[in-house]
């Protein structure tokens, strides 16, 4: 942690200089000396450092200024710092002022120049202020700062995005904190720029890329060679799994993720049938502790980098990034996973971030005190962010089409959901509306039996339904289905189609796709289980297959 500031101020450069000395022979090795030869100057001074994240124990300011005097910055000074004690220099005939500063500054104490010697006038009165403030001083939050508003979908992107990636982060909403508008001040940002980002170097960005934030807190976008003997393209489990077998055999790999490590999984609030950890384990957290293994074994993650097409030469696949470099490889497995599928209703496009999530948006848990919340979906993924969220929630509501969750969801969950009071599942509902001009306001829910409708007044609406591939970036390299699942194995020879375009005399591999030497594991392929553990398994086994691949190569 850097040392806290002692400040002083007086326009005389004589003083000035003479009282920093002062203070840096006492105090330098506890505290930083800054000094300003203004009100005003002190004032950017004292933004500077609130900017950088960093605090101030003590002002030392003389009274005597043209423009503003010392009673008149320290009342300022007071709004940036309130916690830092307050002392004025004076001369004697300014002593009614600095008495009545104590009431309207809230000064701590005066001081009459001159204060030579320093070890009787000065040192003892400014250490037994320095003693009472350290005593009551609690450190400051020293990581990213995030200022915006609760409804804006940039803002709800920027958290989902730090969550995702490990990066602690404060979360100040501009319309409720007073504190998050003086932010928003000393960095002179327009309201109509947010959401600000402020770092620990006192540096910002308003309205930033995920690409920005990226390269601000050292994330890794470029990969370090040109050629690997496997590029995973996808960091959920399946491409973890595989990334950490595949390097601990032997194998140069890369990992490269669109958005953070840990893919659908990583959102999940609680996974608890996942074999190893008997009280389950937040989908983050085994993300992180997957990432921290792969790393140990050599693996290079670029995130958030995005692949945009792949390309055969010969025995080598080429993949194009989105910032334009290319690597090449020998092979290639794909475990992109899928996405949640939007909700097409009238309305909801325009509130999605806004009141309207797509998955279990954990970075949103917070906003949903004393709130109704309802959820849509039957599988596991619903049924754990219900469970989650009812910790915070006043009311949570699950609204699933069929009449059943024993079909789509695990009998630990139901049993969880059912235990728990503040919890209702809707069956047969469906959103047919949602409504709110600048955030989530009310939905409208139809009863597929009866046909009635009911508009319900609430501010938030988790969507955690289907299953959509991410796989429009393959155009036409591999077969797909109709719903954009890859083929592979023994799939992708029942396809009379793609039997015939395969040339190779052997068989292909249980995971390889129509292409030699590009793989496919996890959610993304078709026939996959969609379970945590069964991603995992595949990724592992993917490279045995890889091994026998390249042998042949």
Known sequence: ?????????????????????????????????????????????????????????????????????????LEQAMQIFPSAKRVLLTAYADTDAAVSAINTAKIDYYLLKPWEPPQDLLYPVLSDLLDDWVSSYRPLFEGIRVIGSRWSPKSHHIKDFLARNYVPYQWLDIEAEEEARQWVSYAQCNTSHLPL?????????????????????????????????????????????????????GLRTVLIEKEAPGGQAGTSSRIENYLGFPQGIAGSELARRAVTQAKRFGVEILSPQEVMEIRLQDSYRIIKLKDGT??????????????????????IENLTGAGVYYGAAMTEALSCQNE?????????????????ISKYARHVNILVRGDSLATSMS??????????????????????????QTNLE?????????????????????????ASPNTDWLGGIVERDEQGFILSGQSLMLNKQCSKAWKLDRQPFLLESSVPGIFVAGDVRKGSVKRVASGVGEGAIAIQFIHQYLSKV
């Not at 950088?52 to 300011?61: I, S």
């Not at 009071?421 to 949602?434: A, D, L």
């Open 1 to 73: 942690m850097v040392n806290p500031v002692l400040l002083t101020v007086d326009d005389d450069p004589g003083v000035l200089r003479v009282i920093e000395r002062d203070l840096r022979h006492e105090y330098g090795n506890r505290f930083r000396i800054l000094r300003a030869d203004s009100g005003a100057n002190a004032l950017k001074v004292l933004q500077q450092v609130k900017l950088r994240n960093e605090t101030v124990a003590l002002c030392l300011v003389d009274q005597r200024m043209p423009q503003m005097s010392g009673v008149q910055f």
């Open 197 to 249: 980002i402020i770092c620990p170097d006192g540096s910002y960005l308003t309205q930033p890329t995920h690409a920005e934030i990226a390269e601000k807190i050292g994330l890794k976008m470029q990969a370090e060679m040109p050629f690997y003997d496997l590029v995973i393209v996808g960091a959920g489990p399946s491409g973890l799994a595989a990334a950490v077998y595949g390097a601990s055999e």
């Open 326 to 347: 290319e690597l090449s490889c020998h092979a290639l497995l794909i475990a992109t996973g899928v996405s949640y599928r939007k909700l097409n209703v009238p309305g």
């Open 372 to 388: 109704d919340v309802y959820i849509v979906g039957g599988a596991n993924s619903a049924g754990q962010a219900a469970v989650y």
């Open 411 to 436: 009998k630990y969950l139901i049993d969880q959901i059912a235990a728990t009071n503040n919890i209702t599942v809707q069956f047969h509902s469906n959103i047919v509306q949602v409504h709110g």
């Open 442 to 466: 009310a939905i409208t829910i139809a009863n597929l039996k009866t046909n009635e409708k009911q508009t319900i007044p609430t501010k938030l609406l988790f969507i955690l339904i289907g």
